[in-house]
């Protein structure tokens, strides 16, 4: 891709060779996040730090920070609700995302 | 320098194949093609060829297996005819706009139905439109030079174009005709080793095949496009250096008595020579016959043509494929479409022979000939006329 | 045990590699099962591997140019030959190998990705010449049970009963009128190495499955249980929970067929009525009692049979 440019719209000077894609998982430029219309919060106190929503997110947002809590990039997660759904804790709530 | 040698062409295509030390090989075996690739899974049994010989279960996967090695680097033959070439259809586009520059050798074969393992060129002019280099053999000596320049072009970085040589089936395919394959050190010259400009390496990974949203799919196919048309010049340029290594020389469009032609045969594969014949015959009467022939049918060598036409009245386009309810053969209505636009073009006539085996005769030519000077005072009726058939 | 396992620790929740082949920013639907399934079979295999992509949704989620969710090399070409595509590849590693022109030490796994239609359906006959041809790499099915990228059409692996745009309820019909097609045991008939069930629910034991299943010497294929809301009608926050539920109605069961022999992965002794599976789904809302009844009676005799060629009766 050349740079600077984050769309598909360029010349076809510009299309690369074959139309490949030479920067690996260059989707992270794209936000999922807009999608949402839940948002995960997460009650650190009832958090066991097992991992559980980290693994099951198809989106691939949790990251641990430095005290090992798992916490959502909201620039990509969808609001699905899965995190959620399989904390064995209760741990996080899906709240309305406000516009 | 080689010897010549009485060979079956097949096995002649099948020993350059080897010469060109390719990696990987996938094929299915389908008449007349069978001769090519029972002889590469030969070579490779008995390991004169050092390659993987992939006995895939039908062309859809011989030349999907073939995209996917030669997406990974290797040098990659396939080889086919008719209902398999049919069958690799929805893959055969696929290949040059993914940049893989697959070499195969069809042995071209009428189309069912009904069946017929016999020779024409409804098969391959089913694909005119895959974008890929294509080329017309007359004879053994021809194709095995084909098969050393596609692989030469096609993996040529300015190129990376998949690459088509077409035999006629049988006649081509299975005579024995004295044939010279060169030293394998002039092929080596000649032929360097692959190295594509990308690859499927975990070291640096990459995206093949993505989704063409609507704000891209028409400039990828416009960049295809314009670099098809670029293959033209190195196509030629391989040529060149074919002769300088080989001492055989080849152009896109060969011509034959066309000094002060009036009246042209055009035609594609091995009936030129029966064709030739016709000429010289016809000749022989004082009527100013010529021949033209395309060994080069993509990218077409639009301007090779019209120049080799030039000063003739009528070209008369013999068509080895139907085209039902269309305005001419496939090559008739390229032809005639290529001249349009051309100041003082010769008339086009167009007729179809030869048909899922049927002989075409020296005498078959001579009368398309003498019809050519028929129509050279009158307008054919017709578009097209399909010649030798019973009524 | 294959002797190509022995080093192989197997993950836990302790272990899991910290490696994402697969990028965020992808466009499946809220709470997808397939991609989610995608994401942990990668995540198991590492950055070492060469995929290739059935066209499908996981196709087209990752990969609308300019963009690519894809951080390991990637390869699509069309529907139904993923498995066709990938012996290619493989047979070009072999030879780039032997020739010394690739590092033969290098290990390089080679992944074939396809939905249940480029599977079971148009592209059953790639795949069952590939496993024939004993080429060294994994085939990974992802079953959502329908072909979702063109609309939710059925397939031969949507199961009896089930509301599709093609398998449609209505007076003569009550949906999909044929049972899932068994594919594992189709794969398993080819006698390669290792063939296993795994599901998104268990991820452990699915990342573990994928990870023998690579290790093989020769194919190995692993058919992975996939929530689709948009195509089910369900809640994406659900698919979890149907996943798990898939199993233990016993509709899924989980296991491995090594070198020909069946081991039941997770055997469901206490296995709860399909009924609570299929009325969290609005593809199975319409079902009569009878039909559920019908459908029990299928899944308990699956079972057995699948018990009995685990000898485990
Ligand atoms: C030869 C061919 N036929 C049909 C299609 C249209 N098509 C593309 S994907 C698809 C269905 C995919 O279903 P599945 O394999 O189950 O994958 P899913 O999208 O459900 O993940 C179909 C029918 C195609 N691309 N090529
Ligand atoms: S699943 Fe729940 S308990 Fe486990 S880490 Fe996530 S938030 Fe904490
Ligand atoms: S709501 Fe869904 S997308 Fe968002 S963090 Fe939770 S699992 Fe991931
Ligand atoms: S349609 Fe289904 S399988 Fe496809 S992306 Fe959406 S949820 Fe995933
Ligand atoms: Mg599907």
């Known amino acids: ?99 | ?391 | 045990m294959l002797k190509e396992w022995a080093k192989f620790k197997g993950f836990s929740a302790k272990n899991l590699p910290k490696e994402e082949p697969f990028a965020p920013g992808h466009r499946a639907c809220q709470g997808c099962g397939e991609v989610l399934a995608l994401r942990l079979a990668l995540k198991a295999l590492g950055m070492n591997v060469i995929a290739i992509s059935a066209t499908g949704c996981m196709e087209i989620i990752s990969s609308p140019f300019p963009y690519t969710s894809w951080r390991v090399p990637w390869l699509h070409v069309a529907f139904e030959n993923a498995a066709a595509v990938a012996s290619g590849v493989e047979a070009a590693l072999r030879a780039l190998k032997r020739k010394g022109r690739f590092p033969r030490n290098r290990r390089v796994d080679v992944v074939a990705f396809a939905g249940d239609g480029g599977t079971a359906d148009i592209g059953l006959q790639a795949l069952s010449g590939a496993l024939e041809r004993g080429h060294d790499f994994v085939y990974i099915c992802l079953d959502n049970e329908a072909y979702m990228n063109t609309g939710v059409q059925r397939s031969g692996c949507t199961p009896y009963g089930a509301m599709t745009t093609t398998s449609p309820p209505g007076k003569k019909s009550i949906g999909q009128m044929t049972w899932k097609k068994n594919v594992p045991a189709i794969a398993a008939a080819h006698g390669i190495p290792y063939v296993a069930t795994a599901t998104p629910a268990f991820f452990l034991d699915l990342m573990n499955k994928v990870k023998k299943a690579a290790l093989v010497e020769g194919p190995a294929y692993v058919h992975i249980y996939s929530p689709c809301p948009t195509g089910w009608g369900t809640k994406g926050e659900d698919s979890i929970t149907l996943a798990k539920l898939a199993v233990e109605t016993r509709i899924f069961p989980l296991y491995e067929v090594i070198e020909g022999k069946y081991y039941i992965t997770r055997k469901i002794t206490k296995p709860k009525p399909v009924e609570e599976y299929l009325k969290r789904q609005r593809r199975f809302r319409h079902l009569t009692e009878e039909e559920i009844r019908k459908i029990q009676a299928r899944v308990d005799a699956e079972y057995e049979r699948l018990l009995r060629l685990a000898e485990c009766l």
């Not at chain 2, 975990?202 to 400039?219: A, D, F, N, Q």
């Not at chain 2, 960049?223 to 060149?240: G, M, R, S, T």
């Open chain 1, 1 to 99: 891709m050349p740079k600077g440019k984050d769309t598909a719209l360029i010349s076809w000077k510009e299309v690369p060779f074959g139309c490949y894609i030479l920067e690996p998982g260059n989707s992270v430029g794209f936000k999922t996040g807009d999608w949402r219309s839940f948002r995960p919060v997460l009650d650190k106190e009832k958090c066991v730090k097992c991992g559980q929503c980290y693994i099951m997110c198809p989106d691939m947002t949790y990251t641990q920070d430095e005290e090992g809590y798992y916490i959502a990039d909201l620039t990509y997660c969808k609001g699905c609700g899965i995190c959620a759904s399989v904390c064995p804790k209760g741990a996080i709530t899906m709240v309305v995302e406000e516009v």
């Open chain 2, 1 to 391: 320098m080689g010897k010549r040698i009485a060979k079956e062409v097949s096995i002649a295509i099948a020993e350059a194949v080897k010469q060109c030390r390719v990696d990987v090989i996938a094929a299915y075996p389908i008449t007349p093609q069978t001769h090519i690739v029972e002889h590469l899974s030969e070579l490779v049994a008995n390991g004169e060829l050092d390659a993987e010989y992939i006995t895939v279960e039908s062309e859809h996967s011989a030349i999907s297996a073939c995209l996917g090695s030669v997406a990974t680097g290797a040098r990659t033959f396939t080889s086919t005819a008719s209902q398999g070439l049919a069958l690799m259809h929805e893959i055969l586009f696929i290949a040059p706009a993914l940049r893989l520059p697959v070499v195969m050798v069809v042995a071209n074969r009428a189309l069912s139905a009904p069946i017929s393992i016999w020779n024409d060129h409804g098969d391959i002019m089913a694909e005119r439109d895959i974008g890929w280099i294509q080329t017309f053999a007359e004879n053994g000596q021809e194709a095995v030079d084909l098969v050393y320049h596609a692989f030469r072009v096609a993996e040529d970085r300015r190129v990376m174009f998949p690459a088509i040589v077409n035999i006629d089936g049988f006649t081509l395919s299975h005579m024995i005709e004295p044939i010279e394959l060169p030293d394998q050190e002039q092929v080596d010259r000649y032929l360097p080793p692959f190295r594509p400009r990308y690859k499927l390496d975990p070291r640096k990974p990459l995206s093949m095949g993505p989704v063409g949203i609507p704000e891209i799919y028409t400039e990828a196919k416009k960049a295809q496009d314009e670099a098809f048309k670029n293959a033209y010049k190195v196509i030629l340029k391989a040529w060149d250096e074919f002769e300088e290594v080989f001492g055989r020389r080849y152009r896109p469009v060969e011509t034959y008595r066309m000094e002060d032609a009036e009246v042209a045969l055009l035609i594609m594969g091995s009936l030129a020579e029966t064709a030739m014949t016709a000429v010289d015959r016809m000749r022989e009467a004082g009527k100013r016959v010529g021949l033209v022939r395309l060994r080069l049918w993509r990218p077409f060598p639009l301007r090779d043509f019209v120049k080799a036409v030039k000063g003739l009245k009528v070209l008369a386009v013999i068509d080895r494929a139907l085209s039902p309810g269309a305005t001419g053969g496939p090559v008739g209505t390229e032809v005639r479409s290529a001249l349009y636009q051309v100041p003082g073009r010769p008339r086009v006539v167009n007729f179809i022979a030869g048909l899922g085996g049927r002989d075409v005769t020296v005498e078959d030519f001579e009368e398309m000939a003498d019809r050519a000077y028929v129509y050279m005072k009158k307008k054919p009726k017709e578009p097209y006329e399909m010649i030798g058939v019973k009524e």
